[in-house]
């Protein structure tokens, strides 16, 4: 059985113990630690902190896109191979404490999501 999927979001199967292709996949999500509600503060999703991800013509990290945790869509970065990098950020408002989810499509992978919790 093949480690991951073409079909639907790949995820990883055991956080605490990542395979390769997952630590290269998953995008990591960083946010300050002294976010408050209402005001503006930086997202920095990594795809490829853990392991390095390729980014070469025929295997790359075609976009990034950011999500909460009912899946309100908060910003999207479309990547080119080889001169753009899967390191993106965004500016971002919350109301509330949420999850943020970051999907990241790789072109042979296929669609693997990073979650991290937001407290205020």
Known sequence: MAEFSLK????????ENLTDLEKKHTPVIHVPDD???GEPFSVKIVVGELLKHPNELGHYINWVALYDEQYTFLGMATLAPVVSHPKVRFTITLDEPTTLRAFAFCNLHGLWQGKKEVRF
């Open 8 to 15: 639907g979001v790949n995820k990883p199967k055991d956080p």
């Open 35 to 37: 976010i408050r509600a």
